[in-house]
C-alpha cells in the first residue's frame, strides 16, 4: 500500500511559477514509477507528466513540454513537478499517482496509486 500526499499548489499570476510536491509513504518507492496528472470540472483527468522509477526517463505532454519539468528524490519519497511559465489554462486540480513497474504511463488506468490532489490556479 502506497500513500500519496501532494503540497505547493496555490494561486499564481500568468508567466508565474510553483513547484509541486508529492510524498509517498513505504520504503519501496523507487520500485515505483509516478506520474502528475490534473483535471478541471467536467473534463476527464488529463496526463502532464511521467518518471521512471530510477528518473533516467521522463515524459511530458505536448502541451507543457519547455514549461514543466518532473523530478524525484528516491532518497526522500518524493516526486517533483517544477512549473514554469504558467499560464490560465494550466489551471487544474493536479494529482500525483504511483505505478509498480519501471516506465510511467499515459492513462489514469495505469496507476495503483493516487493522491487527494492540490489545487493550482493562475490568473490572467
Known amino acids: 500500500q502506497v500513500q500519496l500526499v501532494e503540497s505547493g499548489g496555490g494561486l499564481v499570476q500568468a508567466g508565474g511559477s510553483l513547484r509541486l510536491s508529492c510524498v509517498a509513504s513505504?520504503?519501496?518507492?523507487?520500485?515505483?514509477?509516478m506520474g502528475w496528472f490534473r483535471q478541471v470540472p467536467g473534463k476527464e483527468r488529463e496526463f502532464v507528466a511521467g518518471i521512471s522509477w530510477s528518473g533516467s526517463t521522463t515524459y511530458y505532454a505536448d502541451s507543457v513540454k519547455g514549461r514543466l519539468t518532473i523530478s524525484r528524490d528516491n532518497a526522500k519519497n518524493t516526486v517533483y513537478l517544477q512549473m514554469n511559465s504558467l499560464k490560465p489554462e494550466d489551471t487544474a486540480v493536479y494529482y500525483c499517482a504511483a505505478r509498480r513497474t519501471v516506465v510511467a504511463g499515459r492513462s489514469t488506468d495505469e496507476y495503483d496509486y493516487w493522491g487527494q490532489g492540490t489545487q493550482v490556479t493562475v490568473s490572467s
Open positions: 513505504g520504503r519501496t518507492f523507487g520500485r515505483y514509477a
